[in-house]
């Protein structure tokens, strides 16, 4: 790998559930952000490293901009907000439909503000006919006529991906190396046991319940053999859903569980001892001082 020499600081945002934290995973080319089909996944932000010839990227990853209901919703959106302050590009992921909402005004407003540069990015292209994606890209235009670039792709086929990273490579600056050669994520291991948990709450878990819970990594230790205990506590906010997420003699927490120790395993590549418990915890995303002691904090 040659001598980092130049830096490029780029946010990736967009509305909830637009493929951010996919795209996220398919530049760095590991799971360095977990993902669901239900809007919201991300809640903090989260930095993935990519590193091509002579430039370092940190992609800062944001949770999907939204109207907030609770402590936790106005914490995801003051994280998107200042995502874009101090950064050399921003990424706005849309997907191939030709109408502008709410979301994305917001955004182009605060890129016009911060006035950085910003491409517009259509993502999951493998889902609709090329011909569909001219209105798309008139009506972004008709919206804002500033953005550097329009780039069509598909982060689940990795279609455009390519075009993308040569794209970026225009707004490397001269610096130096932020992350050393290997780091993909800003994320401690001990987080990225949690998030995994999550997604895999999310993953399991109908409708409202997983997006009221979260998860405490009580210990984390590596033994002599190399072997990695995990004890997590799972938060939710009523007893009712605590019922679901433990099931029927606990095999939906099982299940949970060992989707979960599967790709932690795959994650620390190692052997990996979980035990998880559940708490109910009622409302702690309508009550700051409980999403603060669950991590999540300005940064």
Excluded at 100 to 105: D, F, L, M, S, T
Excluded at 251 to 274: C, I, N, P, Q, W
Aim: aromatic letters at 6%.
């Amino acid at each position: 790998m040659g001598k980092i020499t130049k830096t490029a600081m780029v946010t990736v945002c967009g509305r909830p559930n637009v493929g951010k934290s996919s795209l996220t995973n398919a530049l760095v080319g590991e799971k360095v952000a977990i993902v669901s089909n239900k809007a919201q996944t991300t809640r903090n932000r989260i930095y993935g490293v990519v590193n091509r010839e002579d430039t370092q990227y940190v992609l800062l990853d944001t949770p999907g901009l939204h109207k907030p209901r609770s402590a936790l919703g106005e914490y995801m959106v003051k994280v998107v907000t200042a995502s874009l302050e101090d950064v050399d590009c921003a990424l706005l992921l849309v997907e191939p439909i030709p109408h502008v909402g709410a979301p994305e005004r917001a955004l182009i407003d605060r890129i016009r503000e911060e006035n950085i540069p910003a491409i517009l990015v259509i993502n999951k292209i493998d889902t609709v006919e090329p011909a569909a994606l001219l209105p798309v890209m008139e009506a972004y235009h008709q919206a804002w006529d500033g953005f550097d670039a329009i780039l069509p792709l598909s982060a689940h086929t990795g279609d455009g991906l390519a075009e993308l990273m040569a794209e970026l490579s225009k707004y490397a600056q001269e610096g130096p190396q932020l992350f050393p050669d290997g780091q993909v994520s800003d994320q401690p291991e001990q987080q990225m046991m949690g998030e995994i948990l999550r997604e895999k709450l999310l993953l399991c878990l109908d409708e409202e319940i997983p997006h009221g819970t979260a998860v405490e990594i009580t210990r984390f230790s590596e033994r002599e053999s190399g072997v990695v205990d995990v004890d997590a506590t799972i938060y939710c906010e009523k007893a009712s859903h605590k019922g679901i997420i433990i099931g029927k003699q606990g095999a939906m927490l099982k299940k949970v569980s060992s989707l979960a120790r599967r790709d932690m395993e795959k994650f620390m590549g190692t052997k990996v001892y979980l035990q998880t418990w559940v708490k109910v915890k009622e409302n702690w995303r309508d009550n700051v001082s409980a999403v603060r002691s669950l991590g999540y904090q300005d940064q």
